[in-house]
Nanobody, 121 residues
Framework: QVQLVESGGGLVQPGGSLRLSCEASGSSFSINAMGWYRQGPGKERELVASLTSGGRSSYADSVKGRFTISRDNAKNTVDLQMNSLKPEDTAVYYC???????????????WGQGTQVTVSS
């Protein structure tokens, strides 16, 4: 059984910073990619940033230059450093992992439980 455990959300003032962390644990697996999505009030879930096992990163245009995603492959963790936060960054942030359990087998999507980030003065 795979678990994604997130930490690091909270309340921050505009212009402030937060760091989100996510650890994948459980059955033996290989990680194809890990990333972060968010869902704001009344909005659909959207990709914030992702990082493949090969080191290729992707960012939503709205966070480029402000957010940085990083991984520790040995620990199966992914972090999201969020700087210059804006009120529109307020959302529930979800960790995502694309995992493979058998070499050359299918990949499966897993999600964390979500962590609230609120940017407000």
């Amino acid at each position: 059984q795979v678990q994604l455990v997130e930490s690091g959300g909270g309340l921050v003032q505009p212009g402030g910073s937060l760091r989100l962390s996510c650890e994948a644990s459980g059955s033996s697996f290989s990680i194809n990619a890990m990333g972060w999505y968010r869902q704001g009030p009344g909005k659909e879930r959207e990709l914030v940033a992702s990082l493949t096992s090969g080191g290729r990163s992707s960012y939503a245009d709205s966070v480029k230059g402000r957010f940085t995603i990083s991984r520790d492959n040995a620990k199966n963790t992914v972090d999201l450093q969020m700087n210059s936060l804006k009120p529109e960054d307020t959302a529930v942030y979800y960790c995502n992992a694309v995992l493979v359990f058998v070499s050359y087998g299918p990949a499966y999507n897993y999600w964390g439980q979500g962590t609230q980030v609120t940017v407000s003065s």
